[in-house]
Structure formats: C-alpha cells, structure tokens
C-alpha cells in the first residue's frame, strides 16, 4: 500500500500488541528476537514494553509490544493489558503439545469471557525444537480452531533461535489492525460483507466518468493513479481484464470492466491475502474502519451558538430533488421501499430505517415516500446530524463542494430582534399530559387518519412535513414531541429550548 499517513492505515498513528500464552512458551525470546534480530540470552521473567520503529514494516505505524505473565498472581494485570490491546499474539510451544490444546480449552475461551473483541494471531514457537520424527501439520490442528473462533485471523509457526518468520509475526499482528479481514469479508459465507460491496459499488460509480456502466481502459488508468499513483501499463489491463473474464463471465463486456467484474476483483485480492490492495482502494476515497466516510471527508459545518440550526443550501435542496425524481421510475411522485433502498444503495445503509426518522414524514396509504416526505426527512437529518446528512449526500453521488452543502442559519436572537429571517427549517416543541393527543397531533399533521386505537408509541418522537405558505413559499416544521415524564430531563438542559421557534401545549378538552 502507497504512502504511510495515519489516514492510509485506517486513522491509527500506532498499534499495541499484547502477546499471551503459558509459561515457557517463548513469548519473551519471541519478542526480544523481533527487536534486536537475534537471539536473546538470559532475558527477565517478563519484558518491559517494546517498541518497534515506524519504518519496521512498510505501514509505517510504529508498534508497542507488550509482554505477559501467564502466572495467576499476574492475572488482574493480564485482562488490563487485554482490555488496551489493539491485536493479541497468542503464542504455544512447538515442542510441548499440550500448549497447543490449551488454545480452545481455556485462552480463547478466557478472551470472549473478557468481551476482548480484537484479532488473534495464534503463533507456535520453538519451532526448531520439535521432534524431526514428528512432524505436524497445522491445517488439521487449527482449521477446526479457525472455524470455532473466527476472531483468528492466522497461525504461523516460527523460531527465536534461527529468527525463522519472527518479523512475519509482527507484520501479520500489524496488518490485522490496519487492514482487518471482518469488515470487507464474511468467512461464515465466504462472500464480501454487504456494507463493503455498498461502499466498492459507490467507488465503481465515481470512477465511471462516462456512466455506461463499465470502466474503459482510461477509467481503470484514473482509477489505479488515485488510488496507487502509478498507472497500469496496456498489458495490466488486459491481464486484469482477461483474469476477470475467466472466472467471471459478466465481469467484463465490450465497454470495460463491470461492477460485478470490479467487486470480483477485491474478493480475488482478500482471497489471496492482499487485503491491504482493498483497503488503500477505500481509504482513498474517504472509508473508516467502519465503512463508513472518515470526519475528514465531512467539511461538515459546526453551530457557533445553541440558537442556530443547519439546513441544507439551496444547490443540496436542488440535488436531492433530482435524485428523488431519478429514482422515482414509474413517476408515481412517491418512491416505494425497494426504490428508497436502490436509492441508498450506495451508502452503508439505508439512514431513514430507524428511529427518529421512520415514519417520521409523510406517505402515501400504501407507505410509499412522497417527495415532500423525501425532502422533509432531509431537513430532519440534517438538523439532527448535520454530519451523518453531509456523509448521505456524498454516498448516494452528491459532486457539489461538500462544504457548501449546508449551511448554519443566523442566531434565532438576531431573527426575532429584526422580526424577519431567511431560515427554511422551524422546530416546534409539542408539551401535554399523557392522552392528551400529542401523537395524534403529529399524525395529523403527516395526514394520517386518526385513529381510537393508535399504537403509543414510548419517548421522544418527530413528525416533519412542508407547509405551504401563503404567496406559494414552502417551509419545513419540525414537530417534537416531549413525553410528560420526559420534561424534566429535557428542561435540565438550559440549551434545549434555544434551538426551537416555537412550542405547542395540547390539553384534554
């Protein structure tokens, strides 16, 4: 992978590896040898902690080594060590089989105990020192152990002495936090996660300069210079293309390389071990660890004061229009949940599935998103989680500048002062007793008939729509309902009642 910035490795500016195992398998020697590139005599009982340089692998991100006891008396100090730990060497002893059965039966147990939720690099040392008259193999040993843990990402068996694959230890260690296998690969299913086929199919689209669905030799070419500043030579390109067209049929066509053919590509890569080729693909255009955009791709802006709020800007209002009608293909002027999931089949996954945002707008009878419900959820979001709408409207193909997408209103003070503002976004707060009718209110105001038997729903809910004013200009209120027993806590907050414009007392009559 090109280039050795902390953005490049997934944001991390170093990695700590605790290494674990019994007594006297050789995790001191193991760790030692790394560091001085021989082998060590007459080393402590446990080592302090060792650092190995930034230019030690090609990453570029130094490394902290931290060495164990496996004594009962150092067992507290252990499970801490675990708990800091960004990636464990679980080390056994080549020449003492019984260490080796001790994996499954109580070390890996021990860390799911902990919830220690991190990668395992089983290493078997002492690998000079097993019996020539006995020799292992490891696929049987451990294929079941992989199979059982799926936090293991690789064995590999090494020696102190001959410095055997000692460094290999450390890089795989290394590799398995900068470039880790379970977000882009399920091995239950031996298939890409869904969320990194979400993310390559958004990259796919960006690099289709010319939208016909496939990447032309001068599409590939841009692609390999962004992503690894060298370009292919006419031969790669066919070789990549002739590689995909052997195993993949529809991988290619007559226009280039296809989306099935580019998402072929990356499970070849993750399957022959080079996960870190995928990675530097998504860290370049923007993806965390997470699969998600990194904060510093969202020029997201931020509120100076608690009485000011974001909306989208006119050019981002104009933006989602359009994909609204795009997506809307039988121009019904509503888009049903498969358009809506087609629709955000470029982000990690659809934002409006959960609260507050489901059924927080208006539908049509039969659920589908009319356009003023479309653009009344992206108001909501955007005042909610300015970030999580800026990082929306990049995943689903926004090309404007991201930092002119939103903007921050005036402050509500100066608003009322002059008697006039230009915001497009009202809050209102909806305060009464329980069954006083706030939610029907709220269903109201989405259209929704009313109804004697309407589910309660618990906590603090939204309903957003566009309100037609008078002269033919469109606003968006925000209706918030605050529950009876939810008041106190809300008003513990001296701030809450900046951020709105207005609020509703609903009583009994």
Request: glycine share 6%; hydrophobic share 40%.
């Amino acid at each position: 992978m090109p280039g050795g910035n902390s953005a490049a490795a997934g944001g991390k500016t170093g990695v700590r590896i605790v290494v674990v195992g019994d007594r006297g398998t050789g995790k001191s020697s193991l760790i030692a040898a790394a560091a001085t590139e021989s082998f060590p005599e007459n080393l402590s009982p446990v080592l302090p902690p060792t650092r190995l340089p930034a230019d030690f692998f090609p990453d570029r991100v130094p490394i902290t080594i931290i060495d164990t006891s496996a004594s009962l008396e150092s067992r507290g100090k252990l499970n801490e060590e675990l708990k800091r730990a960004d990636v464990i060497i679980l080390t056994y002893a080549c020449d003492f089989p019984l260490t080796l059965t001790r994996l499954s039966s109580f070390w890996l147990q021990e860390f799911r105990r902990l919830e220690v939720k991190v990668p395992v690099i089983v290493v078997g040392c002492k690998v000079d020192l097993r019996d020539e008259n006995q020799p292992i193999s490891l696929e049987p040993v451990m294929g079941p152990i992989m199979q059982q843990y799926r936090e293991i990402e690789t064995c590999i068996e090494c020696s102190a002495v001959t410095l055997m694959q000692v460094p290999d230890v450390f890089y795989y260690a290394q590799k398995a936090v900068l470039h880790p296998t379970a977000p882009l690969f399920d091995q239950d299913t031996q298939a890409l996660q869904p969320r990194c086929i979400r993310a390559l199919r958004r990259i796919f689209i960006l690099c289709d300069s010319d939208m016909d669905g496939a990447l032309n030799d001068a599409e590939l070419n841009d692609f390999q210079v962004k992503c690894f500043d060298a370009p292919l030579q006419p031969a790669e390109i066919v070789g990549v293309r002739r590689v995909v067209q052997e195993k993949k049929k529809e991988g290619v066509n007559d226009l280039g390389l296809t989306l099935e053919g580019f998402l072929f590509l990356h499970s070849l890569f993750i399957d022959k071990g080079r996960l870190e080729t995928t990675w530097a693909v998504l860290r370049k255009f923007g993806y965390g660890n997470d699969l998600k955009l990194r904060d510093d791709f969202l020029p997201a802006p931020s509120k100076d004061a608690p009485d000011q709020s974001v909306e989208l800007t006119i050019e981002a209002v104009e933006f989602v229009r359009r994909v609204f009608r795009l997506f809307d293909t039988d121009n019904y002027g509503a888009l049903r949940p498969t358009e809506l999931d087609e629709l955000f089949s470029t982000a990690p996954e659809n934002p409006w599935g959960e609260a507050p945002y489901k059924d927080a707008a208006e539908r049509t009878t039969q659920g589908n998103l009319t356009l003023k419900g479309f653009l009344s959820e992206w108001a909501l979001m955007t005042m909610l989680d300015p970030r999580g709408s800026l990082a929306n409207l990049l995943y689903i193909g926004y090309g404007g500048n991201p930092a002119s997408a939103l903007h921050v209103t005036r402050r509500r003070s100066v608003d009322r002062k002059k008697q006039q503002t230009e915001r497009n976004v009202f809050h209102c707060l909806v305060f009464g007793p329980k069954n006083a009718g706030k939610s029907t209110l709220l269903n109201s105001f989405l259209g929704r008939p009313f109804s004697e038997s309407h589910e309660l729903i618990a906590g603090e809910r939204y309903a957003v729509n566009v309100v037609d004013q008078h002269g033919g200009n469109k606003k968006t209120l925000i209706l918030r309902e605050i529950p009876e027993d939810g008041v106190k806590k809300f008003l513990s907050n001296k701030e809450s009642l900046s951020s709105s414009d207005v609020a509703v007392f609903v009583y009994d009559r």
